[in-house]
């Protein structure tokens, strides 16, 4: 009993630091000044639902093979936990959106694809508080979480990466990131850091290629259209145009004018990862104490069923 409080203390403790740190320690991000650091919550609860539906699944497993009411305890303790926590990143999501793009609800295809796994996961209790038989219950329930379980990483990871047009932003809010650009074809938007671009036209000139690439800054406070260019012969870049207010340059680093589709990059001459670790260590810290709170919600809330359990079953023997 000791050795839980103890735990429940530090990881209050952990969080409460995360927190501070979070406006204290690390720097605001530019172009979205203070409104940047909301990463440090949205990417940690984004992973922990992943984690949280993984061991879900994980002991819905167990219950089939096993039909153990402890499993199916634990499969529901983790799948709560994971829609909690899910709901967390979308709300998050949401703030960022409107902060940035100055609207809560874009119908983004990670906002689209976050959603139906709400729904989805959602639907499970709707079937558990539906069906008054416990062991007909469990047995649905551990079913149809496996079932959800698969569809959870096509719709976190596989689904949103297959859209062609997103405002989902592709590069880490950790300064000095590596970003791997963003492919678009002509009139399609996208996000790269932070800056919102679209492809409006290419025009060619010999062996050159000019991209009219509209950029929208945090919360659309202005807009601006760069002409970034590229060498067909050299494969390489030409004009490297900087985004206005930002050290960031704008650049193509690959074009195929037959399908009117480029890669749009940012580059920041000079920064690396370690040139701002404290952004890293509370990013960090973040996910841990994220996954050390996870750990507890679902220990805390496994024992109460199965307390819960126990009390019926002393009710049925008493009748």
């Excluded at 992973?47 to 199916?72: C, E, I, K, N, Q």
């Excluded at 529901?76 to 609800?105: K, N, P």
């Excluded at 004009?239 to 207010?245: A, F, H, L, Q, V």
């Amino acid at each position: 009993m000791a050795l839980r409080k103890l735990g429940k203390m530090l990881i209050g403790l952990w969080m409460a630091g995360v927190m501070i740190a979070t406006f204290v320690v690390i720097p605001s991000y530019q172009g979205l000044g203070d409104a940047g650091r909301i990463v440090i919550l949205h990417v940690p609860t984004a992973w922990v639902a992943v984690v949280a539906f993984t061991v879900s699944a994980v002991f819905s497993g167990l219950y089939l093979w096993r039909r153990r009411p402890a499993d199916d305890h634990r499969a529901t303790a983790a799948a709560e936990s994971g829609l909690l926590f899910t709901l967390l990143a979308t709300l998050t999501g949401m703030i960022f959106s409107q902060v940035a793009w100055g609207i809560f609800w874009n119908w983004d295809p990670r906002q689209v694809t976050i959603f139906i796994l709400l729904l989805i996961y959602a639907a499970l209790f709707v079937l558990r508080a539906a069906i008054d038989d416990p062991e007909r219950r469990r047995t649905l329930a551990a079913v149809y979480a496996l079932f959800a379980f698969v569809t959870m990483p096509f719709l976190m990871f596989v689904a949103p990466r297959m859209a062609e047009s997103t405002l989902h932003p592709n590069c880490a809010f950790i300064r000095g990131s590596d970003c791997d650009g963003i492919t678009l074809q002509v009139g399609h938007v996208g996000v790269l850091g932070d800056q919102k671009v679209q492809l409006l036209d290419l025009q060619q000139n010999g062996d050159l290629v000019t991209a009219r690439v509209q950029v929208s800054a945090p919360g659309l406070a202005s807009e601006t259209v760069l002409t970034p260019g590229f060498d067909l012969v050299a494969g390489t870049y030409t004009d490297r145009p900087t985004i206005p207010g930002q050290r960031f340059t704008l650049a193509l680093e690959e074009v195929d004018m037959a399908s009117g589709t480029v890669r749009l990059n940012i580059e920041a001459p000079g920064t690396g990862l370690l040139a701002n670790q404290r952004t890293l260590w509370v990013f960090l810290a973040a996910n841990l104490g994220f996954t050390a709170l996870f750990v507890w919600m679902f220990l805390v809330r496994a024992q109460v069923l199965d307390l819960e359990t126990a009390v019926e079953q002393r009710k049925v023997a008493w009748a």
